[in-house]
């Protein structure tokens, strides 16, 4: 009997329209992906509109201007894709109490591809935070190797120095820093919406000698700590808002790495409705589509060896072709304070 696995088909409808649970990733709120119906990347960095209209005098001649303008950036585009081998050992498992069982098996396929979609997903949310952190996208793994600057100023990479530093929580003044850098978004076109940390960073806001001064009186006065500390800082920055993201990867020596890391105070700008940030650009595969068509997204592949080989197996393919665009570097500060 033949091991009626899930098709390519079946399992490419899967991956691609899983949803990751919003409650871990938050990458996609600022940076969504966008099919993009090409091999290669390119986009326009935007600058923000300057100056007013001039006055005029009846009867001369409008003054002509210069606008702001943008450049074009072409970065090419990533490839990532891995493949697991369900070989024979996994394969006999299927087959339960002597016989194949049918469902054992698309259940062993379903089960490998879901937690290769998760490393997909966590692949592309670390993507996204790659220029938002550090400005630059660096790939040097497996063979393939190559660096990404999104360009985002200098200016907007504050460093804090000495006792400055957020983990002197004795002498560090956080809330002087952020107002600070909130007025580098100054003739942007956007202001500051959301700061990002993790837990580490939270526990010296959360001890911070100021901070406890200024919360004083508040319902926060006895009982701050780093799971409370973004609701906290809200009451002295009403317009901002604090996000406490501790999400991240186990690598292959078993070490976690935060998406954001230990060291980092990331603030997002918003501008007009109708500009966005940065998105993820999916651009596209021959494993989507058919080679005259081929598709941007998501896409998963299945080769059954299952029948036609000494040595069993089924691999199982997933990944996807993109790297993210990043329209306004000057929207983000992305400060090192530890």
């Not at 949803?19 to 099919?35: M, Y």
Request: proline fraction near 6%.
């Amino acid at each position: 009997m033949p091991l009626a696995f899930p098709t390519t088909r079946e399992i490419s409808h899967v991956v691609r329209n899983r949803v990751v649970d919003p409650a871990q990733f938050i990458g996609a709120k600022f940076c969504p992906v966008k099919d993009v119906f090409a091999k290669d990347i390119e986009f326009d960095v935007l600058e923000a509109s300057t100056g007013m209209t001039k006055a005029h005098n009846v009867g001369a001649d409008p003054k002509v201007i210069k606008l702001p303008g943008q450049s074009l950036k072409r970065i090419g585009t990533g490839y990532f894709k891995e493949t697991y081998r369900i070989n024979e050992a996994e394969l006999l498992f299927a087959r339960q109490a002597g016989s194949y069982n049918e469902r054992a098996g698309r259940d062993l396929v379903m089960k490998r591809s879901l937690e290769m979609d998760d490393r997909l997903e966590t692949r592309i949310e670390w993507l996204r935070w790659q220029p938002i952190v550090t400005g630059i996208l660096e790939i040097d793994e497996n063979g393939v190797k190559y660096t990404i600057n999104y360009n985002v100023p200098d200016g907007n990479k504050p460093e804090l120095q000495n006792n400055d530093r957020w983990s002197v929580i004795a002498s560090a003044d956080p809330i002087t820093n952020i107002t600070t850098w909130l007025l580098l978004f100054r003739g942007t076109g956007a202001r500051g919406v959301e700061a990002y940390f993790n837990m580490k960073v939270a526990g010296y806001l959360a001890n911070n000698s100021k901070i406890r001064d200024l919360l004083k009186g508040t319902q926060y006065a006895k009982n701050l700590s780093a799971n409370n500390i973004a609701d906290a800082l809200k009451l002295l920055f009403p317009k901002l808002d604090f996000t406490c993201y501790d999400e991240g990867y186990v690598d292959d020596s078993s070490t976690f790495k935060p998406f954001v890391p230990d060291d980092r105070f990331v603030i997002r700008g918003q501008g007009p409705a109708n500009e966005q940030l940065m998105d993820f650009g999916s651009t596209i595969s021959l494993h989507n589509g058919t080679l005259d068509k081929p598709l941007p997204g998501k896409f998963a592949v299945i080769e059954d060896k299952a029948q036609q080989n000494k040595n069993p197996y089924v691999d199982i393919t997933v990944g996807i072709y993109g790297l993210p665009r990043l329209y306004h570097p000057n929207w983000i500060i992305s400060a090192k304070v530890a």
